[in-house]
């Protein structure tokens, strides 16, 4: 996602600064904090270790960058914001992702109906609810070497939920149809909603999940009861995304197949529900062409043949299985 930059001597940053001749850039970098400015962060150590970003001590700029990574293996620091500068904008490269970023062909199972969710299947991934499953479960899935997503739903309100109260009134929209106790979101309203939902991934974060699935985050396609459109899914979409990364937690696009070129740079994973048999599975091809994992699930009430779902789910390198609507403990995956 990133290209590779190059190791800058010492000796560039040493011109010009008191106390600077040792091969520990950092010193050079600091030196620079006292009412200067400082546009790059220092250079990367002599081995495995970046460099550290500029510090900002009083008044002056920090490093726009991290420090450029040394041989590898651990980036750079980014750079510290003391008194008003600006740190450090991304982490050096030659460090490791730091949230996980599922590739296409992991099995998968998806129970959002027990509390808590029972551990049954062989699956590598477990998508369960982030209020009805605590932490003990995320323990007991990485104990056996499986990965957990927690389920929040971020484009529509619940009643029966324990910050359902958190909400403002002003966010509520229309009844989402064929759901009892929902009403659609206004997801126009970043400010209002940011602090319950960031609260929410802090919550799936704590528990110890890898990784998020938003629901509803296509409410732009709905009768809402507000204005939305395209453009402001697209803004909410990938106002998720950021702050998912910024917790370390992946995160999929759940269908919204019409916004996938402009989302899949943003998102680790797909989620697709009734693909098979909407006939718009192929839509979702991108993610696959980009290393990222496409979870595909089709529901036993449409009547679908789930042999023709499989056969399709192969060639697209889709990781399908058949589901209750209710998505209870029930599973049936391709064989």
């Known amino acids: 996602m990133c290209a590779r930059k190059l190791l800058v001597p010492t000796a560039i940053f040493c011109a010009g600064l008191a106390g600077c001749g040792s091969n520990d850039s950092t010193a050079?970098?600091?030196?620079?904090?006292?009412g200067g400015s400082l546009s790059v962060g220092g250079a990367g150590g002599a081995a495995q270790t970046g460099g550290t970003g500029g510090?900002?001590?009083?008044?002056?700029?920090?490093?726009?960058?991290?420090g450029t990574g040394g041989a590898a293996q651990t980036g750079g620091t980014g750079g510290s914001n003391a008194?008003?500068?600006?740190a450090g904008s991304s982490a050096g490269t030659g460090g490791a992702p730091s949230w996980w970023k599922p590739a296409p062909g992991l099995s998968w199972q998806w129970d959002l109906s027990d509390s808590p969710a029972p551990l049954?299947?062989?699956?590598d991934i477990y998508d369960i609810d982030l209020f009805d499953n605590d932490a003990s479960v995320v323990d007991a899935l990485h104990a056996q070497g499986r990965k957990a997503i927690c389920y929040v739903n971020v484009g529509s309100w619940e009643n029966w939920r324990p910050d359902a109260g958190?909400?403002?009134?002003?966010?509520?929209?229309?009844?989402?149809?064929?759901?009892?106790?929902?009403?659609?979101?206004?997801?126009?309203?970043?400010?209002?909603?940011?602090?319950?939902i960031g609260a929410r991934m802090d919550l799936c974060r704590q528990k110890g999940f890898d990784g998020l699935e938003p629901d509803n985050i296509d409410g732009y396609q709905n009768d809402t009861g507000f204005a939305l459109t395209a453009a402001d899914q697209l803004a909410y979409n990938q106002w998720l995304a950021d702050q998912a990364h910024a917790r370390r937690l992946s995160i999929g696009l759940k269908n919204d197949s019409d916004q996938v070129a402009d989302l899949?740079?943003?998102?680790?994973?797909?989620?697709?529900?009734?693909?098979f048999d909407q006939g718009w599975c192929?839509?979702?091809?991108?993610?696959?062409?980009h290393g990222k994992a496409v979870l595909m699930c089709e529901y036993t009430d449409t009547g679908v043949v789930f042999a023709d779902a499989c056969q399709q789910a192969a060639t697209l390198q889709f990781s399908a299985i058949l589901k209750h609507r209710q998505l209870d403990d029930w599973l049936q995956s391709c064989p």
């Open 28 to 34: 050079s970098v600091q030196a620079a904090g006292s």
């Open 55 to 66: 510090s900002n001590a009083a008044g002056g700029s920090a490093g726009s960058s991290a």
């Open 83 to 86: 008194a008003g500068g600006s």
């Open 120 to 123: 049954t299947h062989d699956a």
């Open 166 to 196: 958190d909400f403002p009134s002003s966010v509520l929209g229309k009844d989402y149809d064929g759901w009892a106790g929902e009403k659609w979101l206004d997801i126009r309203a970043i400010d209002a909603l940011a602090p319950v």
């Open 264 to 275: 899949q740079p943003h998102f680790d994973w797909a989620l697709t529900e009734d693909c």
């Open 282 to 289: 192929a839509d979702l091809s991108p993610f696959v062409a």
